[in-house]
Structure formats: structure tokens, C-alpha cells
T-cell receptor, first 114, second 114 residues
Framework: DAGITQSPRHKVTETGTPVTLRCHQTENHRYMYWYRQDPGHGLRLIHYSYGVKDTDKGEVSDGYSVSRSKTEDFLLTLESATSSQTSVYFC?????????????FGNGTRLTVT | AQSVTQLGSHVSVSEGALVLLRCNYSSSVPPYLFWYVQYPNQGLQLLLKYTTGATLVKGINGFEAEFKKSETSFHLTKPSAHMSDAAEYFCAVSDRNGGFKTIFGAGTRLFVKA
């Protein structure tokens, strides 16, 4: 299994508070991604990174920011959590940017915003 | 724009029966195609992928999928279901012109009855 650790695994927070989720990889892969999983929607890309300090937006980036100061760590921040951000968040990595390079996923963080 | 449609959010089969999970895609050029499996409280794992060449692709755990360009389909099959196959399955596509944006279907949950 790819060495991807997400923390925390579960979090409950209140509306309006900032929240940071962490993804740590030991594979030294350049490309990292944050997805959210919601019933009926599959997985949707929030942000991705193609190197240290190099990030870009995905299809559902509003209300989220990311940072990548080291190859192994990719942080997702909800600046002011809302109930619509209650979801399961997955970090993924890939070896190359080629479309045929599969994604390897962490075990997810279940976030509940009350 | 690319899109993926998985027919049936839930599929139920008896143990030993054929498993057929349907996936159709929409893309201006044939994309790279993937099937992922997700077990409870885990991230997604790659089952198989089609990039080029032989259109019948074999994956792990006895699953296979066939790319049919004329039907824009990539259905997943397994001849004989096992209880351990109960999980959620996601079809995904990725652009041949560059990575980063893998598009996932909404998922199909497979139930296996004893």
C-alpha cells in the first residue's frame, strides 16, 4: 500500500471555525490531490499540487485553501467551516501527471460541521 | 468536457452469480479509463485500468473490464461473486492530453447475498 497518512481521521467542528486537514506521504511523489466524497457525487477534486509551493484549484475549490511546503505534506484548510463542507475528505497521490498514472488514496478524514 | 455515468447506484447479486457494473463515459477522444474499489472506512484502491492496446483488461480479485469505443462503455465484470466483493465501485476517466483531473462516476454499491 502507498504510504499515505491522513490526520485526523475524524473531526467534529462548529460552523465558522477554521479547520486544517493534513496529508502525509512517504512515496516522494510529486503530485498530490484533495478530493471530497459525497453520496451521489462520487469524488470531486478540491485542489491539487504539482510540486512544493505549486498548487491549483479543482472543480469545488470555493471555501478551501491548500499549502505544500514540503514534498511529503499537503494541507487542506477550510477557512470558515460551513455545514455544506460536511463530507469525507481524501488525499491522493500520483507518480506522474500523465492521465494514465493511477491515483493512490489515503483512508480519508470524516469531517462533520455542526 | 468529460463525464462518467454509472448505471445503478446499488446492485445486488447472489454469491456465485455474475457481477456486472456498468460505466459509460462522454469524451471527445477516448480517455484513460479506471475502476476503483472502496471498502468501508477505507480509501479507493485501483482495480484495473485501460490505457491502450487490448480492450479486455484484467484486474485484481478476478475482475475484468472491456473498453468498447463504439458504445463509449467500460463495464466491469466478475464471473462469480464472493462475499468479500461487497464494496463500492467507482468508474473514472482521465484525459489523454494531460493529467490532474480524473473524473469519477457517482459510484455503485455492490451487495452480495449468501
Amino acid at each position: 500500500d502507498a504510504g499515505i497518512t491522513q490526520s485526523p481521521r475524524h473531526k467534529v467542528t462548529e460552523t465558522g471555525t477554521p479547520v486544517t486537514l493534513r496529508c502525509h506521504q512517504t512515496e516522494n511523489h510529486r503530485y498530490m490531490y484533495w478530493y471530497r466524497q459525497d453520496p451521489g457525487h462520487g469524488l470531486r477534486l478540491i485542489h491539487y499540487s504539482y510540486g512544493v509551493k505549486d498548487t491549483d484549484k479543482g472543480e469545488v475549490s470555493d471555501g478551501y485553501s491548500v499549502s505544500r511546503s514540503k514534498t511529503e505534506d499537503f494541507l487542506l484548510t477550510l477557512e470558515s467551516a460551513t455545514s455544506s463542507q460536511t463530507s469525507v475528505y481524501f488525499c491522493a497521490i500520483s507518480e506522474s501527471r500523465s492521465g494514465n498514472s493511477p491515483l493512490h488514496f489515503g483512508n480519508g478524514t470524516r469531517l462533520t460541521v455542526t | 468536457a468529460q463525464s462518467v455515468t454509472q448505471l445503478g447506484s446499488h446492485v445486488s447479486v447472489s454469491e456465485g452469480a455474475l457481477v456486472l457494473l456498468r460505466c459509460n463515459y462522454s469524451s471527445s477522444v477516448p480517455p484513460y479509463l479506471f475502476w476503483y474499489v472502496q471498502y468501508p472506512n477505507q480509501g479507493l484502491q485501483l482495480l484495473l485500468k485501460y490505457t491502450t492496446g487490448a480492450t479486455l483488461v484484467k484486474g485484481i480479485n478476478g475482475f475484468e473490464a472491456e473498453f468498447k469505443k463504439s458504445e463509449t462503455s467500460f463495464h466491469l465484470t466478475k464471473p462469480s461473486a464472493h462475499m468479500s466483493d461487497a464494496a463500492e465501485y467507482f468508474c473514472a476517466v482521465s484525459d489523454r492530453n494531460g493529467g490532474f483531473k480524473t473524473i469519477f462516476g457517482a459510484g455503485t454499491r455492490l451487495f452480495v447475498k449468501a
